[in-house]
């Protein structure tokens, strides 16, 4: 299914939900599959209540944490490969290249999933980052340390045997990695930032803040408004994660030589991450700006079908029958949503490639070689 090269970016839209309608069937089994997935791991990390020691409860939902996102990543990644978009690499290859951006989301933003919610019912009040700040550093070390031998025993038997289930938990690693190191970050700044804080000059700082009115926050992430937050650097970073999935397009970056018989090398990889990472500026603002606006259009109209949907229901029903019923509206909001969202990041990913490969060759094209004769 080939877009017309140099199409309007206005076309999104419209290309978003054509995309969304046609492939409704797999979009739909990749939610479900992973809703039922996510559901066993969350109730499952209901039963974590019952270990008696503190410090390995908390190791064990840090883990769960960190299985949950992989969940999420690992059908995310599904659902936007099964809109048969032009991709370069294979499905561990996306995996590894959205990794980082999607940790990002799930500690900052939280899981993307609503069949979590039994996890975070129980982190809502000290939140994810207070309760993995009670790990100490030695540990946090100790785990990134494991993770990183882990992860190259498992990239190289990937690179050696193309076993896709040593990729997909090489990339299980590097999550790990990502979530205890910035665990070990944490406790290395808290004491110069400690420090930082007892010094004189600070402290006048801060109380001639105080008497002109601006205090400065202690927490600067809770005071930034909510529509920049998820109105804006959410979707952006989404977008950052869907065009490393799908990676950047022939002739978009210096290609490099693979290594190995499956897969390239750390460069090379390295290099298709900045490849995909260039293509977000040189989308254009009004692309940019059509996204956002979609993405929140998306949300919000979302959030006014559940109003409606409720108030045809009405209130003049037990407290039994709204258990029954909140799972399905639930589970059929999350998917609608997820669908028009996965085909609007599809959309513009899209128009995006497009946009800057020539006329007649494919995303999956290789660049053709140029012969320079030498000598007369």
């Not at 997935?37 to 039963?47: D, I, P, Y």
Request: with cysteine; proline share 6%; aromatic share 8%.
């Amino acid at each position: 299914m080939r877009p017309v090269s140099g199409s309007s970016p206005w076309s999104v839209p419209l290309r978003a939900l054509l995309l969304s309608g046609r492939f409704v069937l797999p979009l739909t089994i990749w939610f479900s599959a992973g809703y039922v997935g996510r559901t066993w791991l969350a109730m499952g990390g209901a039963r974590l209540e019952a270990v008696p020691a503190a410090r390995l409860r908390l190791v064990a939902l840090t883990l769960l944490f960190c299985l949950l996102a992989m969940a999420c990543l690992m059908v995310t990644v599904g659902m936007l490969r099964s809109m048969h978009l032009p991709v370069n690499g294979d499905y561990p290859q996306s995996l590894d290249r959205a990794v980082v951006p999607f940790t990002v989301i799930a500690l900052v933003w939280g899981l993307p999933a609503a069949d979590a919610r039994a996890y975070h019912a129980r982190q809502e009040e000290a939140g994810v980052f207070t309760g993995l700040a009670g790990l100490s550093l030695w540990f946090a070390v100790a785990v990134v340390s494991s993770a990183v031998a882990l992860c190259i025993v498992l990239t190289q038997w990937y690179r050696l045997r193309g076993n896709r289930v040593a990729a997909t938990g090489a990339v299980f690693c590097k999550l790990t990695i990502t979530v205890f190191g910035l665990i070990a970050l944490g406790h290395l700044l808290a004491g110069p930032l400690t420090w930082l804080g007892d010094r004189v000059v600070v402290a006048g700082a801060g109380e001639i803040l105080g008497l002109l009115g601006l205090d400065a926050p202690r927490n600067p992430w809770a005071q930034v408004p909510p529509y920049v937050r998820d109105g804006l650097l959410l979707p952006l970073i989404w977008l950052t994660t869907a065009i490393l999935v799908y990676g950047a397009p022939p002739g978009s970056g210096r290609r490099h030589g693979s290594r190995g018989r499956h897969g390239a090398g750390a460069a090379s990889r390295g290099a298709g991450v900045l490849a995909g990472l260039r293509l977000l500026p040189r989308i254009g603002v009004a692309l940019l700006g059509l996204f956002v606006l979609c993405y929140v259009a998306v949300k919000v109209g979302a959030d006014y079908a559940e109003r409606g949907v409720m108030h045809l229901i009405g209130n003049e029903h037990p407290q039994l029958f709204w258990n029954v019923i909140d799972i399905p509206l639930s589970f059929a909001k999350d998917l609608i949503v997820t669908v028009l969202t996965l085909g609007l990041l599809g959309a513009v990913c899209e128009s995006a490639v497009w946009r800057h490969v020539p006329r007649g060759r494919s995303a999956g094209e290789a660049e053709p070689r140029r012969v320079v004769r030498v000598g007369p």
